[in-house]
């Protein structure tokens, strides 16, 4: 089971906080934070396993992460999960993410952490391995996109004219800050297919 | 400008979105809170509109919120509107933030259920998947109940993405709703092998995570993930079967012998690492579960050795990570193997990664030995200096001691040496552990006579030595070591050389830092160290010296009686009366040493930790009974045995009494700046050099310190441990080169001519002597304590109530909560293979016995299939290993006997194989039924055919084992005996056949000829026919199909057709053989008659309670009954006796969970049922009077009844 899923930037910000077991709020901010100096204080070069953080339970969780540029992803997982097998679904999750949004990049799941959330739905549900077939997964959330977008074909053209009008000449848009494109290909990892 | 201004009212017209606010947010770093704040305030209005797509966007702005910690769960009824919403973007939020924010204390949750269900029925797939992943996350109790049923409807949805989705949140339903368990596990099986592969995984995922908890209720499913084992390519599929075997082969040897081989060719195939890993996990397991007489294993111990070497070596640190966390699985049993890497290992433990350090460290625990003991610890201590972080350090510590420690101090040669590592490490500052220091020292001091000279000159240098006192304001600090310093030196005073100087040292007045505890040990052993000066003292004659002594103490105790500690001050308070009165005699000149060393007399013995828990509670005392009734609010205590330190000890004691004046505390303050200007580990309260990461502004200008700490610190006066390193070596090499010399005398007088092969012997752990006369006293336990180790199991394991065995048959009882209105719906769903879900029917016997005919049919048909599913049959039929298995205590030993057995016989028959093939086969259908019956444990019956068939009877299941043991009985009766030949017959009741009985007959060769061309002759009569060969006529003889050399038996089986089964049936026989011996052939014939008793025709059926009143409220059952007189046979025994002979079974209780029956006895009154094999049901009840035994009998057929009952009074009588 995987208990935990953290996505955080490098400086602790969290991207995507999702429990699959009940914690109240206060423990969940602050697993994310520990977990987050856990990782912090790691190299790139040293091995992605990390014996638990003293709040999610005891000795059977693991932490499983990557680092991808400017993010982190972690997985929190008992041992019934092979450690091999969830660095390389964090590697599904990451392309699945970059092909969804088409080179993503923090900025994409900042501003979109709902959608960032729906795929992952289609990858993990109730902290169990739900699908590990990218195709299978881009194909189901393409769908859902699509039906959406036949639903709100009316009510969502407003809003966006809206929008628009919103980010005209405003200075404070985060567009130039620049954040740098995440690194996906990582090679020597794609056992699945 | 203008546009600004436009901005502003449209922002008033048009609601935020998302990344408005997310940008909205960025832009107010120095303001986050309160523009938050003000967004949720926003939002609240938007919540209060009636338009569904406002509210909508305002839950998914909430979902973001919340992720930052902001409290959403008022908005838990707006985020059930939304998800109500007819779209399914909205749908799709409201989802997303319920998942994300409900859980079982939110009240409301209870409204979703229908909306929910709606949403499972949806034609809209996506619908449906996001109702399922939303569910998966917050399903409570009470909607895995309410909904078990819509989601088994759609686990056999016609979209394989629904199925997926279905599947998976069983998971979650199990959980939450344990009884659902059981009905939705054949559909759950079924989807192992569902064609569409993402549904297939699911499956596995469920039934892995389900067998972890509880894998003994899963092996059965053995071959059929076997078979998908060898026939998946999905790596992900395999990885989670392969773990899933990782957990079965402990409780099935035979399986992991079955696995190694396809397991061996994945490892040698796959290119996957991540499946390779698992791969040579799930080897380790299985050759852990073997037992270790398995000499062709080793190959594969060497395989797994060799690849994991090579994940070690790997320049990937996560494959080196790995690598060891498997490798330290072997080394609990295959120590040998993974030593021989000693060295990769030892490297591992200078990498720069912690994680990676860790592992190897858990391997050195397994590695060291007596030779490499001191030359491992020594290696840590350098990594102990070496360490930065406190945690790496406490982990290097307690891995020293666990070490040093284990199975009791096997390792250590030279526990000198050991005392100097512990002093060494007290050090450490800063440590957590100081208790475990402590510990070890106490144990070695106690346990180990020798050293205690040494120990004791040690711990009075500790207790000399100021560095420890600095660090006494940090609970389970070093100062622990204090406690065990002070015990030492007063409870082995006699051992101190400067005993006054020690005893000054204890008295100190900056003890009084000290934590309470710590100060109360003090207090004690000051006593104790001053009753040994005294004694001393009168003995030299010192009388002045013996009163400076008491003075002293006078002087000092005060400061101890002021602690605030309670403990403290009530021992020092009792001392200091004492020793005031000791001064008053030897103010008169009375001797009185003797008396107050008497105080303390005797010697401590070790205890076990366990020796209280331990302690058998007394015949006839219950200790849950009240002694007084409770009063309304008292409140109840909880015992727990008391840890050695009171290391829970919250409350930090205040350190100065309040008393002391200002003088007093300045002069303190001077001392304590000279003895920091002294002490070199004082520094360390500054911050430590560590790398910081993260440049957070103001730091930089903080000057650093650095320390220099390549200087070893060192405890002045205290020697080293390193200096034993070489003393061992010294005298090791000594001992050596004395056997050596030894040895070499010895080899030159028996052979001149021949060189030694090897010019360096190998020193074995056993050739290291211990430096001391090493005396290792064992922990005393009470008398009659308990042998059995019980550990109790956390009863608040959600998992634990989803024990539950699958393999029963489901009761009618069981099936998942329809809603009533839906009936009409969930009919149409595809359901009617799954029994449970099933119309009530009335006669709950029939039911299960339709089910169980329908499997036979099966069995019947699929005898191929059959096979397969067939976990024992499976497993038998593995090719045996020439070594015969060693009996591991797994339930199943017997059946690997009975599998031997039947392999033996079949050896056994090997000359008459040809006739053969018809006989062994139904024998081997009936072994494998009883097998089945007995696993399960609804078997009453013992067997013992007297051919050495079976291993002595079992004891009789049911009931309380104390009750003496009836002896071995055996069901078969003396049919009819020459001095050639004796027959004894078995009559059983077919399962296959409405009206079959199965006659096996033991033939016993008496004589000293060879008997063969043996043929059995039967008179048929109308009622009972014997079933004979096709085309044979009814006067021709069935021939037995084998040959008895002289002093064998064996077992012939034949079937026998009844037509009318409620009486009793008696057939004539006879059987025709030769008789051929040295002098020649003879013919021979010997008669019988067969006795087809009443209850040859009952099968042993088991039966659940309420199905068994249901039966007999039923009313159309006749009744009867007998009364036997002068029984003296315990009521036990009789009803074992009743089950055996008659083939009856109590009744199972429903939910048995260790499915094991238990007989509805209510002291001397039981219940009893059995079914004929033509379907009549048979009631008793069993009473007992004095020396009487009455039985009333309830059947569907009267004169069977009675015919049973005459039988069964034939029985009672004998007894």
């Given at each position: 089971m995987i208990q935990a899923i953290l996505v955080f930037n490098n400086h602790g910000k969290p991207r995507l906080v999702r429990f699959y077991q009940r914690f109240v709020k206060e423990i969940q901010q602050q697993i994310v934070r520990e977990t987050f100096h856990l990782v912090l204080k790691r190299d790139d070069n040293i091995c992605n396993f990390l014996e638990g953080g003293s709040l999610i339970g005891g000795s059977d969780y693991k932490l499983i992460y990557r680092h991808y540029a400017t993010l982190y992803?972690?997985?929190?997982?008992?041992?019934?999960?092979?450690?091999?097998?969830?660095?390389?679904?964090?590697?599904?999750?990451?392309?699945?993410?970059?092909?969804?949004?088409?080179?993503?990049c923090e900025l994409d799941l900042i501003f979109h952490m709902d959608k960032v959330h729906y795929i992952l739905q289609e990858v993990v549900m109730g902290g169990m391995v739900l699908e590990t077939n990218m195709n299978e997964i881009v194909a189901q959330i393409e769908a859902q996109n699509r039906l959406e977008k036949s639903e709100g074909g009316l009510s969502a053209a407003p809003a966006r004219a809206v929008s628009a009008v919103k980010n005209i000449n405003l200075p404070e848009i985060p567009r130039n800050i620049n954040i740098g494109d995440l690194n996906i290909k990582v090679p020597n990892l794609s056992q699945f297919v | 400008m203008a546009l600004k201004m436009v901005k502003g009212s449209i922002d008033r017209m048009f609601d935020k979105n998302l990344q408005d606010l997310v940008r909205g947010i960025r832009n107010h770093k120095e303001d986050e809170a309160k523009y938050i704040s003000q967004c949720i305030d926003e939002i609240k209005q938007e919540l209060k509109q009636d338009n569904i797509a406002v509210k909508a966007n305002a839950v998914c702005k909430l979902t973001y919120l919340q992720m930052l910690g902001y409290d959403i769960s008022w908005a838990a009824f707006n985020i059930i509107e939304v998800m109500s919403a007819s779209k399914f973007t909205f749908k799709r939020i409201g989802y997303l933030a319920a998942s994300q924010s409900f859980h079982e204390g939110t009240d409301v949750i209870m409204l979703t259920t229908n909306q929910i269900r709606k949403d499972l029925s949806s034609p809209s797939q996506y619908d449906t998947g996001v109702a399922l992943t939303g569910l998966s996350c917050f399903v409570t109790p009470d909607l895995a109940r309410d909904l078990a049923n819509d989601i088994m409807t759609l686990m056999s949805h016609t979209k394989p993405y629904i199925r997926k989705k279905a599947v998976l949140i069983m998971y979650k339903v199990f959980l939450k709703y344990p009884e659902s368990l059981r009905p939705a596990f054949p559909r759950l099986k079924e989807k192992l092998e569902d064609p569409d592969p993402g549904v297939q995984s699911a499956a596995v995922n469920v039934i892995c995570e389900l067998a972890r908890r509880n894998p003994k209720n899963y092996l059965s499913l053995a071959p059929l993930f076997f078979k998908l084992m060898t026939s998946s390519t999905n790596n992900w599929v395999l990885i989670k079967i392969i773990k899933l075997f990782g957990a079965l082969t402990p409780l099935e040897p035979r399986l992991g012998k079955k696995l190694i081989e396809p397991l061996t060719n994945l490892i040698h195939s796959t290119s996957a690492m991540s499946l390779l890993y698992e791969c040579v996990n799930t080897v380790i397991a299985v050759l852990i579960s073997l037992s270790s007489g398995m000499p062709n294993h080793s190959a594969s111990i060497q395989l797994c050795v060799q690849k994991l070497r090579i994940l070690i070596e790997d320049s990937d640190q996560n494959l080196k990570y790995l690598g060891l966390l498997a490798m330290s699985k072997i080394l609990k049993t295959h120590p040998k193997s993974v030593q021989s890497h000693k060295d990769l290992i030892l490297q591992c433990l200078d990498d720069k990664d912690e994680s990676i350090r860790l592992r190897a460290l858990d391997l050195l625990y397994g590695m060291v030995s007596k030779k490499n003991l001191m030359e491992i610890v020594k290696k840590l201590m350098t990594h102990v200096d070496k360490a930065e972080g406190t945690t790496y350090r406490d982990e290097l510590l307690t891995k020293i001691i666990d070490i040093c420690s284990q199975s009791n101090y096997q390792y250590i040669t030279n526990f000198e040496w050991y005392i100097s590592i512990l002093v060494e490490l007290t050090r450490l500052e800063g440590t957590r552990h100081g208790h475990l220091i402590a510990a070890q020292m106490l144990d070695v001091a106690i346990r180990v006579k020798a050293i205690r000279k040494f120990a004791v000159s040690q711990m009075s240098a500790l207790l000399d030595s100021a560095h420890l006192l600095a660090s006494s304001t940090q609970r389970n600090g070093i100062c622990e070591v204090l406690y065990a310093a002070a015990w030492i030196c007063g409870e082995f005073s006699e051992h101190l050389q400067e005993p006054h100087h020690t005893l000054e040292a204890m008295l100190r007045p900056r003890v009084t830092t000290l934590p309470g505890h710590i100060q109360a040990v003090y207090v004690q052993n000051v006593v104790k160290l001053y009753a040994s000066i005294l004694q001393q003292k009168e003995q030299a004659g010192e009388a002045e010296g013996a009163q400076a002594v008491t003075q002293l103490m006078v002087d000092r105790l005060p400061q101890f009686v002021q602690s605030a500690d309670l403990e403290v001050q009530e021992r020092a308070s009792c001392i200091l009366q004492l020793v005031k009165h000791i001064q008053k005699l030897q103010a008169k000149d009375v001797p009185v040493a003797e008396e107050v060393s008497a105080l303390f007399a005797g010697e401590l013995n070790p205890v076990a930790p366990k020796a209280q828990k331990k302690v058998p509670v007394p015949e006839g005392l219950d200790l849950d009974a009240w002694i007084n009734e409770p009063l309304s609010d008292s409140e109840s205590e909880d015992e727990r045995p008391r840890a050695v330190f009171h290391e829970e000890e919250q409350?930090?004691?205040?350190?100065?009494?309040?008393e002391a004046d200002e003088e007093e505390l300045a002069r303190r303050r001077e001392a304590r700046k000279q003895e920091q200007a002294n002490n070199p580990f004082y520094i360390k309260s500054s911050p430590s050099p560590q790398k910081r990461y993260q440049d957070t502004p103001g730091v930089e200008h903080i000057p650093?310190?650095?320390?220099?700490?390549?200087?070893?610190?060192?405890?002045?006066?205290?020697?080293?441990?390193?200096?034993?390193?070489?003393?061992?070596?010294?005298r090791r090499h000594r001992q050596k080169l004395e056997k050596d010399k030894r040895r070499k005398k010895r080899k030159e007088k028996e052979k001149k001519g021949k060189r030694r092969h090897s010019s360096l012997p190998t020193e074995s752990d056993e050739d290291i002597a211990p430096a001391q006369q090493v005396d290792i006293v064992t922990e005393e336990m009470p008398e009659n304590a308990l042998p059995s180790d019980e550990d109790d199991k956390d009863p608040n394991d959600p998992y634990r109530a989803l024990d539950i065995d699958l393999d029963k048959p489901l009761a009618d009882s069981e099936k998942l909560p329809i809603q009533k209105h839906r009936n009409t719906e969930t009919s149409k769903s595809p359901e009617k293979d799954v029994p449970m879900v099933e119309k009530k029917s009335k006669k709950p016997k029939k039911k299960e016995?339709?089910?169980?005919?329908?499997?036979?049919?099966?069995?019947?048909?699929k005898e191929k299939e059959k096979k397969a599913e067939d976990l024992d049959f499976w497993l038998s039929t593995t090719p045996p290993p020439a070594p015969a298995p060693a009996p591991a205590p797994v339930p199943s030993t017997d059946e690997c006997e009975d599998a031997k057995t039947e392999a033996q016989g079949e050896e056994d028959d090997a000359e008459g194989q040809d006739q053969d093939k018809k006989s062994p086969k139904p024998k081997k259908k009936k072994h494998r039924k009883e097998k089945e019956e007995r696993t399960k444990g609804k078997k009453k019956s013992k067997k013992q055919p007297p051919g050495s068939e079976e291993a002595a009877g079992e004891p009789v299941q049911n009931g309380a084992p104390e009750e003496e043991q009836l002896p071995p009985e055996s069901s078969y009766s003396l049919l009819a005996e020459n001095s050639y030949v004796k027959m004894t017959c078995d009559i059983r009741g077919?399962?296959?056949?409405?009206?079959?009985?199965?006659?096996?007959?033991?033939l016993e060769n008496r004589s000293s000829s060879i008997l063969k061309g043996m043929e059995l002759s039967v008179l048929d009569s109308l009622n009972a026919r014997m079933a004979r060969p096709q085309g044979s006529s009814v006067h021709d003889g069935v021939p037995v199909p084998f040959q008895l050399p002289p002093g064998v038996s064996n077992e012939a089986q034949y079937v026998f057709t009844i037509q009318s089964i409620v009486m009793a049936q008696k057939l004539k026989?006879?059987?025709?053989?030769?008789?051929?011996?040295?002098?020649?052939?003879?013919?021979?014939?010997?008669?019988?008659r067969l006795h087809f008793s009443c209850s040859s025709y009952l099968i042993t059926t088991p039966c659940y309670s309420d199905a068994f009143a249901k039966l007999l409220e039923s009313g159309d059952l006749s009744m009867s009954s007998i009364k036997v007189d002068g029984i003296r046979m315990s009521f036990q025994n009789l009803l074992a006796k009743i089950c055996f002979h008659h083939h009856f079974s109590g009744l199972l209780k429903l939910w048995p969970r260790a499915a094991q029956e238990v007989v509805e006895r209510v002291d001397s009154c039981a219940s009893m049922y059995s079914r004929s094999i033509q379907g009549h049901h048979v009631c008793?009840?069993?009473?007992?009077?004095?020396?009487?035994?009455?039985v009333d009998g309830k059947c569907s057929d009267s004169t069977l009844l009675s015919n049973l009952l005459e039988e069964m009074k034939a029985t009672l009588a004998k007894c």
């Open positions: 992803f972690v997985f929190c997982v008992d041992s019934s999960e092979s450690e091999l097998g969830i660095l390389d679904l964090i590697q599904v999750f990451v392309e699945t993410l970059d092909k969804c949004f088409e080179n993503v | 409350r930090r004691p205040k350190h100065r009494p309040s650093v310190v650095q320390i220099d700490l390549s200087v070893p610190l060192k405890v002045p006066g205290l020697p080293m441990s390193d200096q034993y390193v070489k003393l061992e070596e010294e016995k339709k089910h169980k005919e329908k499997e036979r049919d099966k069995e019947k048909k077919s399962l296959q056949e409405d009206s079959q009985v199965t006659v096996a007959i033991v026989g006879t059987l025709s053989f030769i008789a051929k011996n040295d002098e020649g052939a003879t013919h021979e014939k010997l008669d019988f008793l009840l069993v009473k007992k009077g004095e020396n009487s035994v009455s």
